[in-house]
Structures are given as structure tokens and as C-alpha cells.
């Protein structure tokens, strides 16, 4: 049985582990002097690209290609990434392990898959001019410096806005760093160069001096949690301090000779200092540990460590946990170390396992959560059984624990076990999957190409698998060498009721890689139509994207697919696309009759829809204020529909546009005559016109309008009796009902004109007596509508109608009930 503290080195009043992850890491023949390595957060990938500032073996043309390596941390090769874009000046990564790639022009190259495919931008602001001299990564974004000092912060890799920051001192910049966003007060990017003797702050709005002695300052680094800094000076010395420059934490003398190589935190408790060939750690109070190695050493700082790299092995070395640390420290009496004793006990079949558990029974639930944790610290699968078993002993003796963290815990540790294999290679520790999350470890599988090992996970702690599928048919259909059609059906076999599968992305992948007709097929599998039809339309499959919407029954992606095609189209394509397409068709119409009537007008001509153009036409017409124009667009309208011969109502529109010609010419001949060329009668009906005429006394006029437009003698009457009464002409109602017997529209038009305003006299007085096809109930009706109860009565009497009497007696009041007393008596004389 190993020791687990065999590993373990005291730094001061710590103890710090180092772990061995891998060995055999790289070939012996890659010189990793020679090159610049920088290491994805979370034990995640390592870059490699050859330092060009350096001489390095001659090994063949082949090898001496220029190149990004990105490797697993077990030294599997994942990608080789040529490079042709020139000299790169920053390699770092992103928290979601992407490559960022930084060139001395400003380019930046963000690989997102690990597998080639990326993105791109530049950084602008001087960077082509002046040259790129170096970058500092955090997890979302970095800082580039220019050969100037300038100084360019992108803070978000998803939406790069690269931004200068506030003008440095232009002197030497012996070493520089960043305080990462999360950990100032500013929350923005923080920049501390060691400029002269000093350190210069650089923030977005000033450089402020910190007036620092003994410098100059080689090495700057940040502690994980940005509240330190450590400072290397030229004369060997170590500073700690707070990163608000306040308050000195430590100093130590190296008495080194030479400059370092590198200088890292591990994690926020001690400082690593490394050279060629070996690596000191500065622990709290100046306490010093040495590490000896083989061959050339590489640090890439995490967030809870530090992993050492070498062309033999890649270890962890990290500050041994508190709790791991009570458990396994030699004459440890803590409860959990009790507890994991007990469990040895028993499983000699000693009485002393008892005897433990009596021992720490008051303490015994915080023992299983301590022996549950520090399973999860443990990369050794031995001493993670060991302290499950101990937890698992200690809860059975528990009245009342609930096992949620344990089981949480071995579920944990299956995925870790699994993933730090060494084909793997991704030797996360606990807190370093805590932070990642299951999610975001099942894309690492992905960006692999694990897709097997990724669906075993994601089954296992019930995650979508539909991403990975995807992925999986994206792979094949670009690399694939197979037969179209058998990739096709491949793809769908293997998809086939599977939930959430988006085979639109799976097209899209085919497509940008030349193979149109394979996306085609892809896409008949994609259910959702919203989907298919943006793809459709970028490949250029007008005709088919229509019918996918169309048959959607979404008239809003048919109107997107329309806007689409009317913008890339010849008008005459677009129209014919058109053809047999009625919703297609109604949509165009009612959308361009509100906002573009040139598109109405080329769609009725192309489609022979005479009629409807003309119309358009005359719509036009009563829109313009101009009279010649409406005249111009009426002639337009009677030729266009004179041209239609096979409608038999062409006759009546020219008839129509023809007399809507008259019109205007008649109006504008009126405006002209009467009112001195202003603009009183233009843009009227022709029973307006009319109307107007009679109101401004030009009745013999508007006679003679009416009969050159041949206005029916019903509508005239209407309409001069409606001028009329508009303008109270009593006098002239009255003549007409004098000099006329009869009325083409009768009298009771007269009689409620006159009433309605308000002339109850001429109403009542003049035109009840010339309503003689009425009964006398309905004359009587219109008596005492103005107010006149016993002409009513009168009325009734001479009709002889007692009942009607009778009825309108209860309405009478004052006077009048004496009067139609009367009339009542003369037809029911007393016996």
C-alpha cells in the first residue's frame, strides 16, 4: 500500500504535494528550450510553437516547417496547426480553451475546436504601424503591448472591441503583467510595468506611479486571486506584496546568479522560481524547497497549482488540502484520521475499529464529510476508495446522514478517473472541475473528437447528447471520402431518433465544404422549416427555400424569404418565381401596395393583370394634388384597360376613367372661374361638386353639370336638397313645393331634412299635406314630430280613428288634451 504522503514536502508551516501525472511526456528530440509553451486553464491543452529568437537542430525540411503543436498534457498530439501569417508575438488561451493567436501585425486568430477552424480579427489602434511586442492572457480576454508602450485590452473574445489604454512612460519596460478584470476595483483590466526603478498602474483612464524602490523589476506575476504580487529584482531579491502596492508581505534573498527563466504563483501561498533545469518554491515566511529535474522545465500556472512540464513527466504541485492534511499527517488524531484508522481496523477484524467509532461518535458526521472530501483531492484511485470506504463505514453507524455528497462525490470521481487517463490526458483536479463543470468538460471530449466517451458521460450524468451527435456528423461529412448518398444515410441512421438533433448545422458543415447537393439531402431531414430556409437561400436554392416556407405555413419566414430574394434577384426572376405561388404572390402585393407601388405595378404587368393596374393607376390619380398629373394617370389607366380586350367590363372602367378625366378638367375649369384659380372644387366627388355649386348659389350651374355627366334626377334632388337646408334656404324649399305636385324622390325627404335642422314650421306647415301617399297615422306621426298635437288630432279625425285618438290623448298634454277630448266625442256621441 503507497504512502500518501510520500509526495509531500513541508514549506514552512505547509506541506505542498507533487503529483505525478504522466511520464514519457514528449520525444526526447523536441527541445523544449527552443520553445514558447503556454497551457490552457483547467489541465487543459498545451500549445507549442518554436521560439524564434532561438537556434534550434536542423532536422529536415519537414520538420523545420512552421507550426503550432497543440498537445494533450500526457504529450498525445491533438493538432498540428500550420503557420504562414508571420511572426507570432502572444500564444494564450481562454477559459473555454480556445487558442488565441496574437501577430506581430495586430492579427488575432482565435481557434475555437482545437481542430484548425477559427476566427478572426485585428487589433487596430497603431498595432500594423508600431508592431506587436508581447501579450498577457486571462481567462476571457488579454493585453497586447506595442513596440511604443502602447498599451490595447480586448476584454471578451466572443465580441472582441480592442480598446487603448490610458499612454505609458516611453522608457525601457523590463517586465510586465495584468490584473485580470474580476480581481480591481474597477472592474477593468489593470496593467503593471515595470518601468526604471519603479511600477506604473495602467488602467483605461491614467498611469499612475507607485513609487517603488530597488528596482529594476525582471519578473512581475499576479497571485490566482489578485490580491498579490510578486517582484523579482536585478539583484536576486523576491518581493510579496499586495497587488494595492500597501502593505509588504515577504522578501527573499535567492543569491542567484542568473535571472530565471520564469516565476509562477502556486496557487496564492508560495512563488515558483525556475531555471533550466530546476525549480525553487518560496513559501510563506521566505521557507525554501528545491526540485531537481533532467532536462528543461516549463511552468504553466493553474488556478489551484502549478504543472511542471518536461520532456519526461508532467507533474501537479500544489498545496496539500487542510483536510487531506489532518487525515493523512503523521500522528494525526483528528476524526477523520480516526475514521479512516477504524476502517483499516475493520477490515483486519479488530475490536479496535469499534473502539475508533466510540471515540469520535460526537464528531463522527463532520469525519464522513471530511473523508468524502478528500477522496475527491486524491488522484490515487487506492486512497480514493480507502476514504470513500471510511465515509461509507462512518455513515452506516449514523442514525441520520443523508448520502447526497457521497454519492455526488463517487459520481465525480468516475468522470475524473476517467478523463486523466493517460489517452486522454486531461488530469483535472477537483477544483478544477468544480470550476469548469461537467458541461464544458463534455465540449473539451468533443473538441477531441472523444465522442464515444463523451456520450458515456453525458448518459452518465444525465446531459444532453444531441451536441456531440451533431458534432460527430459535422466530422464526417467534411472528412469523409465516402460516396455522397452513403454519408447521407449514414448520418441519418445514426441520428435517427435521437432528440434535439439539428440537421441544418450538420448541412451548414457540408456545405462549407463544397458538398451542396449532400447539404440538400441533409436538410429534407431537418423538421423545422425555420431551419432549412436560411441555409437554403445561402446556397443559393431560391426556388426550394420558397417551397419550404410556403409549405411551412409561416407567412413571416415566407415574407423573410421574399425580402431576401426580391434583394439578390433580377425583377424578372423574382416574379417568375412568383408564378403559381398564391401566397407568395398575395404577400408580395399586400406588402408593396403600402410601400412600394413601382413593385405593384412591374408585378400586375408581369403577371397580364391589366385591371388591377389600372386601377392602381386611379388610385394614384385621387392621390396627386395636381391636376394635370391625375389627368396624366387617368389617360394611362383608360389605355391600359382599353388594351384589355377579353374583359367584358373593360367598356365600364374606361367609361369610368373617362369621366373622372371630365371631372378634373370641369373642376379645374371651376376653381379657375369662381374662386380665381384656388383650389375649391379640385379633388371632389362629383355629388360634391354638386353640392358645392348649389351652396355657393351656382344652381343653374350645377343643373347643367349634372346633365352633361347625366346625374339621375333622384341623386340631383338629393343632393340640392341637402344644399338647401346646409345653407337654411327656406324660402327656396318652400318655391319648390309650390311649383311641384310630385318629388322623384317624394316629399317625407323634404319634410326630415327640414326637420333635422330644426324648421318644424315649413316641415309641418308645408310638406305633411304633400305627403299623400302616406296613411294618416303616419301624418299624424310627423305632426308630433314637430310639436303640433292637434294637427295630429285632426289628422286622426278626419281618418275617424278612435283608436289612434284614444292613444294619442295619453301623449297630450295642457290644452291639447281638451281638443282631442273633442275630436273623440264627435266619433263616440253620447246615446
Request: aromatic share 8%; charged share 25%; glycine share 6%.
Amino acid at each position: 500500500m503507497s504512502n500518501p504522503t510520500a509526495d509531500w514536502e513541508r514549506v514552512g508551516d505547509r506541506f505542498y504535494r507533487k503529483i505525478k501525472l504522466y511520464d514519457a511526456v514528449f520525444d526526447q528530440d523536441l527541445e523544449l528550450e527552443n520553445y514558447v509553451i503556454a497551457g490552457a486553464p483547467c489541465a487543459g491543452a498545451i500549445a507549442l510553437y518554436r521560439d524564434e529568437d532561438k537556434l534550434h537542430t536542423y532536422r529536415g525540411s519537414q520538420a523545420s516547417k512552421t507550426g503550432i503543436d497543440i498537445y494533450s498534457c500526457a504529450g498525445k498530439l491533438i493538432r498540428r496547426i500550420n503557420w504562414d501569417k508571420g511572426s507570432i508575438r502572444g500564444l494564450g488561451w481562454s477559459e473555454d480553451e480556445k487558442l488565441l493567436v496574437v501577430t506581430e501585425d495586430g492579427i488575432v486568430r482565435c481557434y475555437y475546436d482545437l481542430q484548425g477552424d477559427f476566427t478572426q480579427f485585428s487589433l487596430g489602434n497603431g498595432a500594423e504601424q508600431h508592431g506587436v511586442k508581447a501579450c498577457r492572457f486571462w481567462s476571457t480576454g488579454f493585453v497586447a503591448i506595442l513596440s511604443n508602450n502602447r498599451l490595447i485590452a480586448v476584454s471578451h473574445y466572443n465580441e472582441p472591441r480592442p480598446k487603448l489604454l490610458a499612454i505609458p512612460p516611453e522608457a525601457t519596460v523590463h517586465s510586465w503583467t495584468v490584473i485580470p478584470p474580476a480581481y480591481t476595483l474597477s472592474r477593468s483590466v489593470e496593467v503593471l510595468l515595470a518601468i526604471g526603478q519603479t511600477i506604473y498602474v495602467v488602467d483605461s483612464s491614467e498611469a499612475e506611479d507607485r513609487v517603488l524602490p530597488n528596482g529594476p523589476f525582471k519578473y512581475v506575476s499576479v497571485s490566482p486571486n489578485g490580491l498579490y504580487v510578486t517582484l523579482y529584482t536585478e539583484d536576486g531579491k523576491v518581493w510579496v506584496i499586495t497587488s494595492d502596492f500597501q502593505n509588504k508581505i515577504g522578501e527573499y534573498e535567492s543569491k542567484a546568479k542568473t535571472i530565471p527563466k520564469d516565476v509562477q504563483w502556486c496557487g496564492n501561498d508560495s512563488v515558483l522560481l525556475v531555471w533550466e533545469d530546476e525549480v525553487h518554491m518560496i513559501g510563506p515566511d521566505g521557507a525554501l524547497l528545491k526540485y531537481y529535474y533532467d532536462g528543461w522545465v516549463h511552468l504553466l500556472a493553474d488556478i489551484d497549482g502549478v504543472r511542471i512540464m518536461t520532456n519526461d513527466v508532467c507533474e501537479f504541485l500544489q498545496r496539500v488540502p487542510s483536510t487531506t492534511e489532518d487525515i493523512f499527517k503523521l500522528g494525526s488524531t483528528s476524526p477523520a484520521s480516526v475514521l479512516l484508522d477504524a476502517v483499516d481496523q475493520l477490515d483486519k477484524k479488530s475490536p479496535k475499529a469499534d473502539e475508533n467509532i466510540q471515540l469520535i461518535r460526537p464528531n463522527l458526521p463532520d469525519a464522513v464529510a471530511a473523508c468524502v472530501y478528500s477522496a475527491g483531492q486524491e488522484y490515487s484511485t487506492h486512497w480514493q476508495k480507502q476514504l470513500l470506504k471510511a465515509a461509507s463505514f462512518g455513515k452506516s453507524v449514523l442514525d441520520l446522514y443523508s448520502s447526497d455528497d457521497f454519492v455526488d462525490m463517487c459520481e465525480k470521481l468516475r468522470v475524473l478517473n476517467a478523463v486523466r487517463d493517460y489517452r486522454l490526458g486531461l488530469p483535472l483536479s477537483f477544483e478544477q472541475y468544480e470550476r469548469l463543470t461537467a458541461e464544458k468538460l463534455i465540449q473539451r471530449l468533443i473538441n477531441r473528437r472523444e465522442y464515444l466517451l463523451a456520450i458515456r458521460l453525458s448518459d452518465y450524468l444525465r446531459l444532453p447528447t444531441n451536441k456531440i451527435y451533431v458534432h460527430w456528423a459535422s466530422q464526417k461529412v467534411r472528412n469523409s471520402t465516402a460516396d455522397e448518398g452513403a454519408i447521407c444515410e449514414t448520418v441519418v441512421k445514426k441520428l435517427a431518433n435521437k432528440r434535439g438533433i439539428s440537421f441544418e448545422y450538420i448541412a451548414r458543415a457540408a456545405y462549407d465544404e463544397g458538398r451542396s447537393h449532400l447539404a440538400t439531402q441533409l436538410l429534407n431531414h431537418e423538421s423545422r422549416a425555420g431551419k432549412q430556409v436560411p441555409l437554403l437561400l445561402s446556397m443559393s436554392e431560391d426556388e426550394l427555400a420558397l417551397d419550404k416556407a410556403i409549405a411551412s405555413g409561416d407567412t413571416d419566414l415566407v415574407f423573410f424569404v421574399l425580402l431576401h430574394l426580391k434583394k439578390t434577384l433580377p425583377l424578372a426572376s423574382f416574379f417568375r418565381l412568383l408564378t403559381n405561388r398564391p401566397l407568395a404572390t398575395a404577400l408580395v402585393e399586400s406588402s408593396a401596395r403600402d410601400q412600394d407601388q413601382s413593385l405593384l405595378k412591374d408585378l400586375y404587368y408581369q403577371d397580364d393583370r391589366r385591371l388591377d393596374g389600372a386601377n392602381l393607376l386611379f388610385s394614384e390619380a385621387l392621390a396627386q394634388t395636381a391636376p394635370q398629373t391625375k389627368v396624366d394617370k387617368l389617360k394611362l389607366a383608360a389605355k391600359l384597360i382599353a388594351d384589355n380586350t377579353k374583359d367584358p367590363t373593360t367598356s365600364l372602367y374606361h367609361k369610368s376613367f373617362s369621366e373622372a378625366q371630365a371631372l378634373i378638367r370641369l373642376q379645374t375649369t371651376l376653381d379657375n372661374d369662381l374662386h380665381g384659380g384656388e383650389k375649391v372644387y379640385t379633388g371632389l366627388s362629383l355629388n360634391a361638386t354638386l353640392h358645392r355649386l348649389i351652396l355657393t348659389t351656382h344652381a343653374k350651374r350645377a343643373t347643367k353639370v349634372a346633365s352633361e355627366f347625366r346625374v339621375p334626377d333622384k341623386t340631383l334632388a338629393w343632393i340640392r336638397l341637402r344644399a338647401l337646408v346646409a345653407k337654411r334656404d327656406w324660402a327656396e324649399l318652400e318655391e319648390i313645393a309650390i311649383k311641384n305636385k310630385r318629388s322623384s324622390i317624394g316629399w317625407e325627404p323634404y319634410f326630415n331634412e327640414i326637420l333635422g335642422a330644426g324648421n318644424t314650421k315649413l316641415a309641418g306647415g308645408v310638406f305633411v299635406a304633400k305627403c299623400t301617399g302616406l296613411t294618416a297615422r303616419e301624418r299624424s306621426d310627423m305632426w308630433i314630430k314637430c310639436g303640433m298635437i292637434t294637427k295630429a288630432g285632426e289628422e286622426l279625425l278626419k281618418a275617424r280613428d278612435a283608436e289612434a285618438l284614444e292613444d294619442l290623448r295619453s301623449r297630450a298634454s295642457g290644452g291639447g288634451v281638451g281638443e282631442i277630448d273633442k275630436m273623440i266625442a264627435q266619433l263616440r256621441p253620447k246615446r
